[in-house]
């Protein structure tokens, strides 16, 4: 078997093993007839075993090439990994024995079940970790592990839902696509909220669109950090314009933290996200800042709404609050295990070295003449959208309209950075000055004092290493 595999990149074949482009990639915004380049599979295809000796070994042989070979794609193509927010900057080989069990967490992680072939005991002890990290009583709390921060959005705005079934969702433009998912699978009627330029919501139209719907209650998305440009919704303007506006006791918010929600606790200048604040629930996804090889993710809500969910399983022999189910039982274990060897010093360390590599990375793209803004409380770059989709695809960009941006995780270092920065410097020197072009505004995509542009450049803020 030879493996041959290579991934399409707008037109383009690339070879895995070469490391060169290793994500999946469409070419500018995606049209509603235009799709996302298909993986192009080579040697691949599924066959049955064969019933000689010699070609059963062959193929055992063949097969243990490709594994090996796709694991160097792998660590090739996670040199390269800017783009999206996962930390890769962990070592589970301890736990590695877990993997010989099937380890299934299925109904209430509070409840005992049939089967003791399960994590349940790591799951409810970090879920105790993050009830005292919102400051909620471990009798006033109820939440699960679940399989990434879509799942967490999806059982906070059910329980919303069910709490308020003529309720209406409010989320601002800059949420994650999740919970316009969430809106269309519950058929709730979902009213998108404008942003500023930052991209945090913005309170006046939150305050226009509540009026203008005062006899039905709210259900709104507070985000702690944007998917794009890493904006924090401030908790305390979204709860005072509710009140003003006539919702006491009316409204449900679900607090989306799937990155930042596991860096802000740990930034002495941060608000807090609390449940000492009138909020419903909070989620946050594992694999993106703690680190885990597999999607995964938190959701806490109070005790008092976990029961409107809550339904017995005699198959089970328990009770069942969660959107799936079964659930992954060996991702408790990784996350406790990450839990409790960085602790609360370690997290800290963490955040503090990603804010501060983001200001770095931040001044060296505008040093260059690259339009670039970081928000106060995230580790999100956002910059000019490269041209070139090949250097898009390289380093595996997330994309949206004329911008790019570079998520700063742990395993993300100052070299690497300056490596990406000169070689983007290079690139856009061939597709601006080559060309006798020059740079396009992107004042209304980050401010006027972030953008490059001939007209802006004068009035360029260029922050303080």
């Known amino acids: 078997m030879v493996f041959n595999s290579e991934v399409s990149c707008n037109g383009d074949r690339v070879d895995v093993a070469a490391a060169t482009a290793s994500m999946q990639c469409s070419s500018g915004m995606l049209g509603d007839k235009q799709l996302v380049s298909k993986v192009i599979l080579e040697g691949l295809e599924i066959e049955e075993p064969p019933v000689d000796e010699m ?23 996670s040199a390269y990994h800017l783009g999206y927010p996962l ?31 399960n994590s349940r005991q790591f799951e409810v002890a970090v879920l105790h970790w993050f009830a005292n990290l919102w ?41 994650h696509y999740s919970v316009f998912k969430a809106a269309k699978m519950y058929r709730v009627k979902c009213i998108r ?53 006539g919702f006491q006791n009316r409204y449900y918010i679900h607090c989306d933290g799937a990155l930042s929600g596991m860096m802000m606790p740990f930034m002495k200048q941060a608000p807090k996200v609390s449940f000492q604040k009138p909020i419903g629930s909070i989620s946050v996804s594992g694999h993106k800042f703690l680190g885990c090889p597999m999607p995964c993710g938190v959701v806490i809500t109070r005790s008092e709404h976990a029961g409107v969910l809550s339904t017995d399983i005699e198959y089970i022999a328990s009770r069942d609050s969660t959107i799936t189910g079964s659930r992954n039982g060996h991702a408790p274990i990784f996350l406790w295990y990450t839990l409790s060897k960085n602790g609360y010093k370690g997290l800290v360390k963490q955040v503090e070295m ?76 061939d597709w601006y000055q080559d060309k006798g072009l020059s740079a396009p505004c992107l004042a209304l995509d980050v401010g006027k004092e972030n953008c490059c542009c001939n007209l802006h450049a004068k009035k360029l803020r260029v922050p303080k290493m």
């Open 354 to 429: 990603c804010l501060g590599n983001a200001r770095y990375l931040e001044v060296l793209l505008k040093q260059v003449g690259i339009s670039a803004a970081c928000n106060a409380l995230s580790n999100t770059v956002v910059f000019e959208r490269p041209k070139d989709e090949k250097f898009v695809c390289r380093w595996q960009l997330a994309c949206e309209g004329n911008l790019a941006h570079v998520v700063v995780m742990p395993n993300v270092t100052l070299p690497k950075l300056a490596v990406f920065v000169e070689e983007l410097a290079q690139r856009r020197r």
């Open 193 to 245: 909220i404008a942003t500023t330029v930052s991209g945090e919501m913005n309170y006046a139209d939150l305050k226009s669109r509540l009026l203008q719907n005062t006899d039905s209650p709210a259900i709104i998305i507070a985000n702690i950090g944007t998917t794009f440009k890493g904006a924090v919704d401030d908790i305390d303007s979204i709860i005072s314009t509710l009140e003003k506006c």
């Open 55 to 77: 070609a059963v070994a062959e193929k055992k042989a063949g097969i243990a090439r490709l594994m090996s070979t796709y694991v160097q794609h792998l660590q090739q193509s």
């Open 135 to 175: 400051e909620l009583q471990r009798d006033q709390f109820w939440g699960y592990i679940t399989s990434g921060g879509t799942e967490g959005n999806l059982y906070g705005l059910l329980v919303g839902r069910e709490l308020f079934p003529n309720g209406i969702l409010y989320a601002s433009y800059d949420s």
């Open 87 to 117: 930390n890769l900057d962990y070592d589970f080989s301890s736990l590695a024995p877990f993997l010989n069990f099937s380890l299934n967490n299925a109904g209430d992680p509070f409840a005992k079940v049939n089967s003791s072939v």
